[in-house]
């Protein structure tokens, strides 16, 4: 969008209310209305700017050109035809065409700042009257430079940076600041002098300049605003080259009208988002990816999860987790009897272990939902990529808290059951018989030779074998007995004492494992 369009879009309708309050007179009333004070570095293109906002020409080039202040004062005439243009400087006043306006200049400052390339703070004040012009006044000044060439003063950054500093403190004054795209506006000096007095960066705007040379990197300059202008950019001079600027919507220039794109932006990606996460939807742009098809993959981690903690907890049937319950027992006076202090403590262990494997399912699937949440702002937001950035911020914001949430609701549900050892749940009981019985049915197995089982295997595949290597039917109730159940040797009772003790323990942990594979994946959702 060339400048003069959008300036005709933000800036004229500011300029005009000005231009209002001015013709009804509130200046007389003691309200001052605002100058705009343009600042920047040396050949920025600041005097380009004041020429193109009033169409008047003035003198710029390379090396530094403006050396005092030229305070322009714009107003509407309907008296005239032509423009009706006074220069006053010192004791000098005359009126000038148009064209001799450049050379006026040059020549005034010539007077007031010399021949050579020093500055000065006294003005040039230029009137200029015509048919539809704007009530305003605008103010050009020299531009920073920080190290003197031939012929200026040692001290021509402090007086630029004094001249600066008293024509920008006024509250009613609007900063222009004028910014070059190929320089890096970290390093600007004009932005430290407007925040001095404009800290919010409510009373400055900025005008950013050979963008034709720079087009890429000045887009990701507007988008990072490191430098915190308030009040918005304006870009000189796009050329057809700089696309990725034409991609900023042009009928986002009002309040209103950003308002609207933003809700249309935000219902879009809840839209999108909530057919991904609650019906599945294969959302149109993502319709190859599988990545992108959020139940099937949150089932997948969840599925992770369940064989995760599987995992991770003791073998309850192992050789070691039966010395375990053994060293646990010993001294108890009752064999067969697990206190509950020890079955309380087994159970700490084993929940103890859950806890990372937990977490780290919460960590998958919030990362997970952060990465389509951020491809769906993506699309939603392509046409306001800096919108995008802050609202994928946002989102991992609440991303965050909603983790927290999920994190200390996981923490307290694995606490509740470190601390209550209680179940009402029928699978405990229905665990423990089960195992008691198929251990009962096992006691007398027989080949048809009449020998006894041995050789028993890990886990269940439907036969056992006797020492000549027959083979005999286990009993159907043992076909979801866990590993390492059958293999336990049952030949004396302390054995089935300690066996009876690993069911206990194993079938209450089969409860816990259920709750947490159904809770966790709910909260997570939720
Ligand atoms: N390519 C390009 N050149 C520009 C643009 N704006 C200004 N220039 C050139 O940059 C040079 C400096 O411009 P000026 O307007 O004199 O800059 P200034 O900030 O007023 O300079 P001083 O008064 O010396 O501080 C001139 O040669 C301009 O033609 C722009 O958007 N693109
Ligand atoms: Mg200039």
Redesign the pocket.
């Known amino acids: 969008m060339a400048l003069t369009q959008v300036y005709e879009k933000t800036m004229r309708p500011l300029l005009d209310t000005i231009d209002t309050l001015r013709k009804i007179g509130v200046a007389d009333e003691g309200i001052k209305l605002p100058t705009i004070v343009v600042i920047?570095d040396?050949?920025?293109?600041?005097?380009?700017v004041i020429e193109r906002l009033s169409g008047v020409s003035l003198p710029?080039?390379?090396?530094?050109?403006?050396r005092v202040p030229l305070v322009m004062r714009i107003k509407s005439s309907e008296s005239t035809e032509e423009l009706d243009i006074l220069i006053e400087y010192g004791s000098e006043k005359k009126n000038i065409m148009h064209e001799e306006v450049e050379e006026a200049v040059r020549e005034a400052t010539r007077i007031l700042a010399g021949d050579e390339k020093g500055v000065c703070p006294k003005p040039i004040n230029l009137s200029v009257c015509g048919p539809d012009l704007p009530d305003l006044t605008l103010v050009?000044l020299?531009?920073i430079t920080r190290v003197p060439i031939k012929g200026q003063p040692q001290d021509i950054y402090q007086q630029v940076v004094n001249m600066i500093r008293e024509q920008i403190k006024p509250e009613e004054t609007v900063i222009l600041n004028?910014i070059s795209a190929e320089v890096d506006w970290a390093t600007c000096e004009s932005f430290n002098l407007s925040k001095e007095v404009d800290q919010e960066g409510s009373r400055t705007l900025a005008v950013v300049?050979?963008?034709?040379?720079e087009p890429d990197g000045a887009y990701e300059k507007v988008l990072a605003n490191d430098v915190n202008v308030g009040l918005g950019y304006v870009l000189?001079?796009l050329t057809e080259k700089q696309s990725a600027l034409q991609r900023l919507p042009p009928s986002v220039v009002t309040e209103a009208e950003a308002m609207m794109e933003f809700l249309r932006i935000t219902s879009e990606r809840t839209r999108i988002m909530e057919g991904l996460m609650l019906r599945g939807d294969r959302h149109v742009e993502f319709y190859d990816d599988e990545e992108m098809l959020y139940p099937s993959k949150l089932n997948s981690l969840f599925e992770d999860l369940e064989e995760t903690l599987r995992g991770a907890t003791s073998k309850f049937f192992s050789e070691g987790f039966r010395n375990r319950v053994k060293t646990a027992t010993v001294g108890f006076a009752v064999a067969n009897f697990l206190s509950h202090s020890v079955f309380k403590q087994l159970l700490h262990e084993e929940v103890e272990k859950c806890k990372p494997v937990c977490f780290e399912v919460l960590e998958k699937v919030v990362e997970y939902t952060l990465r389509v949440s951020d491809e769906v702002i993506d699309i939603c937001a392509a046409s306001l990529p800096g919108l995008a950035t802050t609202m994928k911020e946002t989102a991992g914001q609440r991303l965050g808290a909603s983790q927290q949430t999920a994190y200390k609701f996981i923490e307290r549900e694995l606490e509740k059951s470190q601390a209550i050892v209680c179940t009402f749940n029928h699978y405990y009981m229905d665990t423990v018989s089960s195992l008691t019985k198929g251990l009962d049915e096992c006691k007398d197995l027989q080949c048809a030779h009449g020998h006894d089982a041995r050789n028993w295997p890990t886990s269940y595949n439907g036969t056992v074998r006797c020492g000549h290597g027959h083979a005999i039917q286990l009993p159907a109730s043992l076909e979801d007995a866990p590993e390492g159940f059958l293999k336990a040797p049952l030949v004396d009772n302390a054995s089935q004492a300690l066996q009876v003790m690993q069911i206990s323990v194993y079938a209450y942990w089969k409860v816990i494992h259920k709750i947490l594979i159904d809770i966790i994946p709910k909260e997570l959702r939720f």
Do not use: A, L
């Open positions: 920047g040396q050949s920025s293109g600041k005097s380009s710029r080039g390379k090396g530094i050109v403006t050009d020299p531009g004028v300049t050979k963008v034709d040379r000189n001079k």
